[in-house]
């Protein structure tokens, strides 16, 4: 171990005080979001507050749909037969110290037909970007925020490509799963306009495919932070000619507590939220595009908070992300809902979808597929007489570091 | 006919290898079987016998093993995942050409060299004297008597006359064991069972 312990002693205890401290005050202003809730939910002009904040473009935040905000809903029963794709992706990231100039992309999905009886199926999508186009961007490496933009568009591509091949082949419904936001957020990352605009084009055209398939499309956010719904909660308690300040303040609604917090003393076990509409920046695009045959609907982005947890005593509270064709669809959520708490139940206290944790296993890699990869690399370069050299900082890096022996019988 | 490959190997040394492989079906490898795999360039191949099959585990299986009722969908999953399918071999000879050998062979395989099913003719070869019992005495992490049984079993099939093959192997054992009387005992009860 390289860190020196004795001399973080002291900062342990502060920031054991601290993070008690956050705790202790967190958990006083949730029953102030609480009250505030059910009072907003009694308001005529909450609708319009919403409005005229989102029209100020400074304001990030929930705006509320059809549905009650202080609504809970709880779980419809599973249906019998359907079929549940769960996408996941991860990557090699470049490194500038290294003699392989190059990235890795794993997307691995998961498909299990429920109520089949049948073994589910397995899925891996490796793609190694190597050549000038993929690695370098205006002459310079690629950055991570990039690969990363890139994963996930490949990973909604993945998706469609699954769910059109299932939706198609199968008489059942179909949900589509996507392990975290679903759609492409980047704001101040230094990612040229240009690209952004075809990363943009390629992830849209994908849920354009997707709409067409009548999939119930869904991003499932573990652990979400965030306070868009208290962000609205906050706005509900000005008047109407009185906005201004709230949309100008500068320090979090409630004291910085989380819009998870606050539901998971508000939901019930199994019970979803309301849905709302998100107003941050990186929805316009999504606001933007119209679908012509689902009666000019868009993908605008919209969030429901969901207790995916059975046991009343220990909620765990996940935001669940999808596109406005899926939030007006009735059917569509009612099988979202069902299917994320049923398919959260198969681990023993441990509360995630089953499909989405596969898929994870299947994307994942693992430090021994980096050499395989590197080793493979080497030797097509050795091939044609290329010895690829490390960077000196590297070479130290390998040799000075503690290596871990293996146990071997 | 080219030998049915059933696993890749992990690691080894002289007196022993271990191979991965899929999950195990009726007629994949069991305990007691007679496998080789290529050594020296493949101009020869090391003969052993399989002495344990470990599955793994992983934390996922654990916490799936702690809920009530897993549907069948998850059950088939989980016995169709990659997970790693461990299978030991004790090494008792090795073979060049057509000359079978017992003892350990010069080299250890190689990493991911492919493990195969000996032929009954290869294993006939290896068991006509039964010096290749020592080995299996000598193996610390072997259950020895139970495998014992199940080698002396295999190897009776590849033999014309497999009641006489039985007995006479009991002959032997009652010369190597003769100063452990209730082990022996055990096991001749068990190969007069096969008879």
Request: aromatic share 8%; proline share 7%.
């Given at each position: 171990m390289s860190i020196n312990i004795q001399a973080i002693t002291h900062q342990i205890q502060d920031a054991g005080n601290a993070i008690a401290d956050r705790i202790t005050q967190h958990s006083k202003l949730i029953p102030a979001a609480l009250i505030q809730l059910n009072a907003a939910s009694a308001m005529q002009d909450l609708h319009a507050k919403a409005e005229i904040a989102a029209a100020s473009r400074e304001w990030s935040g929930a705006k509320p749909t059809g549905e009650n905000v202080a609504a809970t809903f709880p779980c419809p029963a599973q249906t019998p037969r359907a079929t549940v794709i769960a996408v996941d992706?991860?990557?090699?990231?470049?490194?500038?110290?290294?003699?392989?100039?190059?990235?890795?992309?794993?997307?691995?999905?998961?498909?299990?037909?429920?109520?089949?009886?049948?073994?589910?199926?397995?899925?891996?999508?490796?793609?190694?970007?190597?050549?000038?186009?993929?690695?370098l961007v205006d002459g310079r490496m690629v950055t991570v925020p990039l690969v990363n933009l890139r994963r996930t568009v490949a990973e909604m591509e993945g998706l469609t490509e699954l769910s059109l091949d299932t939706g198609t082949a199968s008489p059942h419904p179909v949900v589509s799963l996507i392990d975290g936001p679903i759609a492409l957020r980047t704001q101040g990352e230094g990612i040229s306009a240009r690209e952004t605009g075809y990363l943009y084009n390629r992830h849209l055209k994908a849920m354009d495919r997707l709409a067409d398939c009548d999939c119930a499309l869904a991003g499932y956010v573990d652990q979400p932070g965030g306070s868009p719904v208290l962000n609205l909660l906050w706005l509900s308690s000005f008047e109407i000619d009185a906005l201004d300040v709230a949309i100008e303040a500068k320090e979090p609604p409630f004291g910085g507590v989380s819009d998870r917090a606050v539901f998971?003393?508000?939901?019930?076990?199994?019970?979803?939220?309301?849905?709302?509409?998100?107003?941050?920046?990186?929805?316009?695009?999504?606001?933007?595009?119209?679908?012509?045959?689902?009666?000019?609907?868009?993908?605008?982005?919209?969030?429901?908070?969901?207790?995916?947890?059975?046991?009343?005593?220990?909620?765990v509270v996940v935001r669940v992300e999808i596109p406005e064709w899926i939030a007006t669809n009735p059917e569509q959520i009612a099988l979202l809902h069902a299917t994320l708490v049923s398919q959260s139940q198969y681990t023993a206290g441990v509360h995630y979808p089953y499909a989405l944790a596969r898929a994870d296993g299947e994307a994942v890699i693992q430090t021994q597929d980096r050499t395989v990869v590197e080793n493979m690399l080497t030797r097509e370069l050795l091939k044609k007489n290329i010895v690829p050299h490390k960077s000196a900082k590297l070479k130290l890096k390998g040799s000075t570091r503690p290596k871990r022996r293996k146990k071997r019988r | 006919?080219?030998?049915?490959?059933?696993?890749?190997?992990?690691?080894?040394?002289?007196?022993?290898?271990?191979?991965?492989?899929?999950?195990?079906?009726?007629?994949?490898?069991?305990?007691?079987?007679?496998?080789?795999?290529?050594?020296?360039?493949?101009?020869?191949?090391a003969i052993g016998t399989i002495y344990n099959i470990v599955l793994e585990d992983d934390d996922l299986v654990r916490q799936i093993v702690g809920n009530q009722d897993t549907p069948i969908e998850i059950i088939q999953d989980q016995r169709?995942?990659?997970?790693?399918?461990?299978?030991?071999?004790?090494?008792?000879?090795?073979?060049?050409?057509?000359?079978?050998?017992?003892?350990?062979?010069?080299?250890?395989?190689?990493?991911?060299?492919?493990?195969?099913?000996?032929?009954?003719?290869?294993?006939?070869?290896?068991?006509?004297?039964?010096?290749?019992?020592?080995?299996?005495?000598?193996?610390?992490?072997?259950?020895?008597?139970?495998?014992?049984?199940?080698?002396?079993?295999?190897?009776?099939?590849?033999?014309?006359?497999?009641?006489?093959?039985?007995?006479?192997?009991?002959?032997?054992?009652?010369?190597?064991?003769?100063?452990?009387?209730?082990?022996?005992?055990?096991?001749?009860?068990?190969?007069?069972?096969?008879?």
């Open positions: 992706g991860s990557q090699i990231y470049p490194d500038k110290h290294s003699a392989l100039q190059y990235y890795l992309l794993n997307i691995g999905a998961f498909i299990i037909q429920i109520g089949s009886g049948e073994a589910p199926t397995v899925v891996r999508n490796t793609v190694l970007a190597a050549s000038n186009e993929d690695v998971q003393k508000h939901l019930g076990p199994g019970e979803r939220s309301a849905i709302f509409q998100t107003t941050s920046g990186w929805n316009e695009p999504y606001r933007k595009r119209t679908l012509q045959e689902r009666a000019n609907q868009t993908h605008s982005i919209h969030i429901f908070y969901l207790n995916v947890s059975l046991v009343a005593e220990t909620p | 006919m080219s030998p049915i490959q059933i696993g890749q190997l992990l690691h080894s040394s002289i007196q022993s290898f271990t191979f991965g492989c899929a999950i195990p079906k009726p007629e994949m490898p069991h305990f007691g079987a007679f496998v080789k795999v290529p050594i020296q360039n493949g101009t020869a191949h169709q995942r990659q997970m790693p399918i461990e299978v030991s071999v004790l090494t008792l000879g090795y073979m060049q050409g057509t000359k079978v050998r017992t003892g350990l062979p010069p080299q250890p395989p190689l990493t991911l060299s492919h493990i195969a099913l000996c032929e009954h003719t290869e294993i006939a070869a290896l068991t006509s004297d039964f010096n290749f019992l020592r080995l299996i005495f000598q193996a610390s992490d072997a259950p020895t008597d139970e495998l014992t049984v199940r080698v002396l079993e295999q190897a009776a099939q590849a033999h014309p006359n497999r009641a006489q093959y039985l007995r006479t192997a009991g002959q032997y054992l009652a010369q190597l064991m003769g100063n452990d009387f209730q082990r022996l005992d055990t096991i001749l009860r068990r190969l007069e069972s096969l008879l």
